[in-house]
Every structure is written in C-alpha cells, then in structure tokens.
C-alpha cells in the first residue's frame, strides 16, 4: 500500500478541517457572506487554478457523458452540500458539522437499500446505530462546539449538515459511473474535479438565479459576490486554498491509489482533526464532544472495514 497516499489522505482530511474552522470563524465574523457566497468563492478560486493547471499541463478533456454527469455531481455535492454544510458552520460549530460526514457511508448504504433492494446486514445496521450515537453525545454536549456564541443553534445546524451528507452521498452516485469509467490517472481524477466545480460554480448561480425569480427583490445573486470586497478576498482566499485547492489533489491522489475503505476511514477523520485544530485555535471542548467523537469514528471504522477484521458483509447476497 502506497505510504504517501495514505498520507495525502490523512492530510486532506486535516485540510478540510482547517478550512471548516477558518469559514466558521469568517461567517461569524462577517455575516454579510453567506454560506452560498463563501462557497462559491471556493468553488471558483479552485476552479479557476486548476483550470489554469490544466491548460498548463495538457490534462485530457473528458467524454461528453461523464461530464454531464459529473456536472451534475457536482451541483448536488459542491453547490448544494457544500452549501449547507457553511450555513450549519456557525449555527453547530464545526464539531457537529465535521460529524455530518461520518453519516455519508450510512446514507450510502441506505440508498443502495432503497433504490437498488440491497439487504443489510447486521454488522452495517450495528456500525450505522454506533455513529448515530457518538453523534448524539456530541450534540448533548453544550454547543457542540464548545463556544454559545458560535453555536447558537446545534440542532438545527446539525440538521442541516445532516442534509448536506445526504446531498453529497447523491452526489456521490451520481458522479461514481464516470470517475470509474477513467484511465485511473491523477490528471483524469483532477479533470473530473474541474468538471465537478464546474458544476458547482454553475449550480450555484443557478440556484441563486431561481430564488430571484420566485420573489420580487433579486437580491441572492448579486449576494454571491460579496466575498470580492475590499478586506474579505484575503481571508476567504486562505480559506478556500487551504480548504479546496490544497484538499482536493490530497483527496482525489488517496482515492485513486488506496482501496475504498482505506480512504473512507482516512476521509472520515476530519471530526478527530477538528478538535485539536480548534483547541490551538482558541475553542474549547467537553468531554462529551472527545467521547461521541471517538465512538462516531470507531463506528464508522467498523462500516467500511478497511483491514478486513470483520467476517460478516455489509449487504446480504
């Protein structure tokens, strides 16, 4: 097994828990930006560098059909998930947040239960109950985020983090046919992620555009571009490069080198990392929020399996 793709997989989930807590502490601080703003600035600051990389080192164009379905992956996963998983940021912290993503392998699992009939076994419904439950301890604990300020709102924000997972499991499937359809090369995984931002960055002016549409002050547009102003490009450009531009090479090298549970577990880290990254940064945590943390994790670490410890499938054949 590739030592540097482990790393690299380790790394973008430490990278996107720096990003979470960078945007949680830009959006409290700056509420005229709005989750759909923030996140389409990443979306097109990322965009438009690997664009760049792209043109500059002649990556191959991609076939017309997984375009489009990658397109599509990415307005559910970068437009839609992404953005509501900002707007959860400053409501549960980013503790609860970052939770939200131990619930994409369970979401995924119940979808391939409910769209294509496959049966559960009892080791994926026991994972599924042990993730459920380190995220409920964390919500018990006062803020989720160990700051009333910042967390005004956990459970609803956790509501909406869970729908971001839910989204980006969509996401998820609808992008699989095509990045599995590839040469399996890191230049057609990073075209693919140009084609999902691209995706992204579409969506989000088109969602912005519907929701103009349906009221008489059109106002959510000319909103997504006010992390241009004078004194907030900075701060969101660190933000957005440490959060996408550094997390998505990291990302797309580990999933294209390691097994799929390998980097499921790697990926699904980012609550660990959230918590030492925000003690350096000034917050402070229970212990409920170490406790669900850990008991979310280990659940998710019995879901996918990674080592092969487990004798029992996940879905019944």
């Known amino acids: 097994m590739d030592p540097l793709a482990l790393f690299a997989g380790l790394f973008s989930a430490v990278a996107w828990a720096f990003g979470s807590h960078l945007f949680a502490r830009l959006m409290v601080r700056h509420r005229e930006v709005g989750a759909p703003a923030a996140n389409l600035y990443k979306n097109a600051l990322s965009l438009a560098i690997f664009g760049a990389l792209a043109l500059a080192l002649g990556w191959p164009l991609l076939d017309a059909g997984d375009s489009g379905w990658l397109l599509l992956s990415g307005l559910l996963g970068f437009a839609v998930g992404d953005a509501l998983y900002f707007a959860a940021l400053p409501l549960c912290g980013v503790q609860i947040a970052a939770l939200s993503g131990n619930l994409i392998p369970p979401a995924a699992a119940l979808l391939g239960w409910l769209v294509l009939g496959e049966v559960l076994e009892s080791r994926a419904l026991v994972a599924m109950a042990v ?151 000034g917050q402070r945590y229970g212990a409920k929020a170490w406790i669900g943390s850990a008991i979310a994790f280990c659940g998710l670490f019995v879901l996918v399996d990674p080592f092969g410890w487990f004798a029992t499938p996940l879905v019944a054949t």
Do not use: C, H
Not at 144 to 167: E, I, K, Q
Not at 180 to 192: I, N, S, Y
Not at 247 to 261: I, R, S
């Open 131 to 281: 993730v459920m439950t380190g995220i409920v301890i964390v919500l018990l604990g006062k803020a989720g985020g160990g700051d009333a300020s910042r967390a005004p709102r956990p459970v609803f924000g956790f509501a909406l983090a869970a729908g971001a997972a839910l989204t980006q499991s969509f996401a998820i499937i609808a992008g699989r046919g095509a990045m599995t359809d590839g040469d399996g090369t890191f230049a057609f995984f990073m075209m693919a992620n140009v084609a999902r931002l691209a995706g992204g960055v579409a969506g989000a002016f088109l969602i912005a555009g519907l929701r103009d549409g349906a009221r008489r002050e059109r106002r959510a547009v000319p909103a997504l571009f006010t992390p241009l102003r004078k004194g907030l490009r900075g701060p969101f450009a660190v933000a957005a490069l440490i959060a996408a531009v550094l997390n998505l090479p990291l990302f797309t090298y580990a999933m294209g080198t390691l097994p799929a549970g390998i980097s499921s577990v790697l990926f699904g880290t980012t609550p660990l990392w959230t918590l030492p990254i925000g003690l350096f940064l």
